[in-house]
C-alpha cells in the first residue's frame, strides 16, 4: 500500500512572511521599516556554554571531602584548555597525578570531589536568511520579515535552516551522484534529480553545501541527513521519483537567485519544508500586473497549473493581491469564473490569455 504523498506547492510569485527568532532570550537589533539582506544579522544571544563535571576526586586518588585541598585553581576563575585545575605531588615531584581542563572555560563550582567546568559562552547571531522588510518586532527574540518571491513547498525535510544560492546540477529523472558534487556546488542551494545517494550526500558536506533539495530520497537515509551540516529536502518523499516538472523548472529559472530552505511550523507533525527564492522587489508584482493591462473582465483566460490545468474561463474583475485561503500565502492575481460555474483565485503567472479571432 502507497502512503499518501503531499502534493508539491509551486507558487512563481508570492509576498511571504518569515519569523525569525532566536532559541533564547537575546538583543534585537533590527526595527520596524528596515530593509534587510539575506546575511543582515536580526538578533544576537549570548548562549551559556556546557557543563562538564570532572571527577577530579578520582583523578588524584584522593577523598571527597579532601579535593579543596589540592586545587590549582578557584572557583570562579577562568582557564585554558589542558590547564591544570588540581593536582597531588609525588616525591620530588614525580608521579604527579592532576586533573586538566578539558576545553576552556571558567570553574562553576567544586563540590563532592567534582570540578563544574563550564565551557566559555557563544554568541549566537540570527541572520535573516531573506532580502524583506522588517514588518514586526518580537522583544528579545527576533522579528518578521515580509519577503516578495518564489515558493516551493517540499514533501520531508531532515529539519535545518539553510541559505545559499541556487544551482541546479544533473537531470530531473536521474539520482544526485557523488560525482555531479564539486568545488562549483561550495556555499549554494544544490537541486538535484529523482533521488540522492549517502555517497553524495558526504560529499555535499566535504564541499560544504548550504543545502541538497532532490524529488525523493531513501526512507533508510533520513537519520544520516539529519546528522548532516547541511539541510536535505525531499520535494515529493520517500523513495526514487522525479521532482515535479513545475518545481524543477522554478528551480532552472532562477539559478543564481538567494534561497533558504525553512521547515515552517516545524512543533507540529505535519510541517513540511518550504524553499523561498528570493526576487528583487514588488517590481516583479508591478511588471506581471503591466503585462495584465488588457485583462479586464470578460478576459478569456485559460488555466495552465495542476489540478485545473487546461480548463478555460473569464476573469471576473482587474488583476491584484490576492490571498490563498488554505495557505494564507499572498499572491498577485485574479478571480476566474470557469466555464462551469466555479469561481477561483488564480495568480497571474498560471494563466496564459485566449486570442480570440475577431473574424469569428
Known amino acids: 500500500m502507497t502512503g499518501y504523498r503531499p502534493p508539491v506547492g509551486v507558487v512563481a510569485f508570492a509576498r511571504l512572511e518569515w519569523e525569525r527568532l532566536l532559541p533564547i532570550p537575546g538583543q534585537v537589533l533590527v526595527r520596524v521599516g528596515d530593509k534587510l539582506e539575506a546575511t543582515d544579522v536580526v538578533a544576537r544571544a549570548l548562549q551559556p556554554g556546557a557543563l562538564y563535571a570532572l571527577n577530579a576526586a578520582r583523578a588524584l586518588g584522593v577523598g571527597n571531602s579532601a579535593l579543596p585541598r589540592y586545587m590549582v585553581k578557584a572557583e570562579g576563575e577562568d582557564v585554558q584548555e589542558r590547564q591544570v585545575l588540581a593536582a597531588k605531588g609525588g616525591v620530588f615531584g614525580l608521579f604527579r597525578k592532576k586533573c586538566v581542563a578539558p576545553v576552556s572555560g571558567s570553574i562553576a563550582s567544586v563540590a563532592q570531589g567534582r570540578i563544574l567546568l563550564e565551557r566559555e559562552p557563544v554568541t549566537l547571531e540570527l541572520r535573516a536568511n531573506v532580502r524583506g522588510e522588517v514588518i514586526n518586532v518580537i522583544p528579545d527574540r527576533g522579528a518578521v520579515i515580509a519577503s516578495t518571491g518564489a515558493l516551493v513547498r517540499g514533501a520531508w525535510s531532515s529539519g535545518k535552516e539553510g541559505y545559499g544560492i541556487v544551482r541546479v546540477i544533473g537531470e530531473r529523472e536521474q539520482p544526485l551522484t557523488a560525482d555531479l558534487i564539486d568545488s562549483s556546488c561550495h556555499g549554494a542551494l544544490v537541486v538535484g534529480g529523482a533521488s540522492v545517494t549517502r555517497e553524495a550526500l558526504d560529499k555535499a558536506q566535504e564541499a560544504k553545501v548550504r543545502a541538497i ?65 528570493a526576487l528583487p522587489s514588488d517590481q516583479e508584482a508591478t511588471r506581471a500586473a503591466a503585462q495584465w493591462g488588457e485583462a479586464t473582465a470578460g478576459t478569456r483566460v485559460l488555466l495552465t497549473r495542476a489540478p485545473y490545468a487546461g480548463l478555460a474561463g473569464q476573469v471576473a474583475d482587474a488583476a491584484q493581491r490576492l490571498q490563498d485561503p488554505d495557505t494564507g500565502i499572498a499572491f498577485w492575481g485574479v478571480r476566474v469564473l470557469l466555464d462551469d460555474g466555479r469561481k477561483l483565485a488564480v495568480p497571474l503567472t498560471n494563466l496564459d490569455l485566449i486570442q480570440e479571432d475577431p473574424a469569428g
Do not use: C, T, W
Open 213 to 277: 533539495v532532490v524529488g525523493g530520497i531513501d526512507a533508510n537515509l533520513r537519520e544520516h541527513a539529519a546528522g548532516l551540516d547541511y539541510p536535505v529536502v525531499a520535494m515529493q518523499g520517500f523513495g526514487e521519483m522525479p521532482m515535479s516538472q513545475a518545481a524543477h523548472a522554478l528551480f532552472e529559472k532562477h539559478q543564481g537567485r538567494e534561497a533558504m530552505v525553512a521547515p515552517r511550523q516545524a512543533a507540529r507533525a505535519s510541517a513540511r519544508p518550504e524553499i523561498m527564492i
